[in-house]
């Protein structure tokens, strides 16, 4: 027989109940601030909650347990630039100029940038009422139309190139600059700045700085990262400075270890960026996600995927993501939904009830349903082209055009993409390149393959 239970204990427990339920609700009614974190070039594995098997990242791997890890995430394109551009206007990136240089560097146009009239999730928050900051690496354009303030960000501290020394923050090669050698690429809004310290600690710095600020508005951040990106330099590789390089390409030199040197620093910086949330006690009202701009390169740890940066097999495309929203998204959560670069900027703007432009349809899809166990996991096609590749995700299935070799893989059962099933599944092959050609043909056509 149940216990009794007395009017007096009824009436306590009805009332806790009820303002569990109210805390939830008016956090889920609550515009959220946001801290969107954009690693460059982490790898599938090189998070050791993802299998990296030679260090630890126990703030990432921490943080992966507080809200949805997603398995079967991707960037939108397998190289800086077009993924940024995906990320900040939130539609794929081949729909703009910029978004087709692969990447952005002193051969491409004089005037390729971000259109300054072209909405993007800044612009939106900012008018949204948000107070909005971009500390890291741009690389959507050098001119100041192009640049981050140009595009709803009151503040930005970071680079502007594709790289630059850790130390002395020299970019590799921007416009202007002679071969072998480096303009300073540090600014504070459109004012080149110098500073001494490690990139990756004075980015962690000034996001720290910026959460602990007394605001009457919400806050969104963009921490966007330079690291684990080339040159492979750690944090006590200071005396190594500029010519760790040699003068020559940034990708030169490095070791497994000096990677793992630089991947605890990155892990190490987004711990103090979290502890300043925690200490300014708006863990419970923001939404933060990680993720990265593509697959890695040299030194990444891309099992069980093939290739690396650079191309449309799994391990160029295929990285990490993590969401935690406490008391709206649920702790512990994995998913194997499939998601894209322009899927966080949806779900950015339906987390702060922020409208998008109808003259610039999202492509990006909110997974805050996924997140919040709200949607089951559904297939829907994710699209990439580059200059020499194409492929299409739908499902189990992918079609891999690999300059002008075809395939058909099912990227459930093989992850490694070794068995190509184009004969045995012909209907499927067919089907996948129609889509292809299909959403291809609505895109901005390829550049001169000359340039």
Known sequence: MSPRVTRREFLDTAVAASAVVGTASSMAAARPNVLFILADDLGYGDLSCYGRPDYRTPVLDAFA???????????????CTPTRCGYITGRYPQRLAVGLEEPLTPRSPADAGLPPDHPTVASLLKGNGYE??????????????????????????????????????????????EPGEGLPDLWENLTPVERVGYLTDLLSERATQFIARKRTKPFFISLQYNAPHSPWEGPEDAAIGHTNHGGGPMTAGGSLRTFGAMMKSLDAGIGRVFKAIERAGLDRQTLVIFTSDNGGERYSFNWPFSFQKGYLWEGGIRVPAMVRWPGVIPAGRVTEQAAITMDWTATILAATDTASDPSYPLDGESMLPICTGQREVYDRPLFWRTRTREAVRVGRWKYLNDSGNQQLFDVSADPGEKTDLRTRHADRFDQLKQQYQAWNARLLPLPDPLR
């Open 65 to 79: 347990k507080q809200g949805t890890k997603f398995m079967s995430a991707y960037a939108a394109a397998p190289v």
């Open 132 to 177: 909005t900051a971009l500390f890291g690496k741009w690389h959507l354009g050098w001119k100041p139309e192009f640049g981050p303030n140009r595009h709803g960000f009151d503040e930005f501290f970071g680079i502007l190139s594709g790289s630059a020394d850790y130390f002395t923050h020299r970019a590799g090669r921007p416009p202007g600059a």
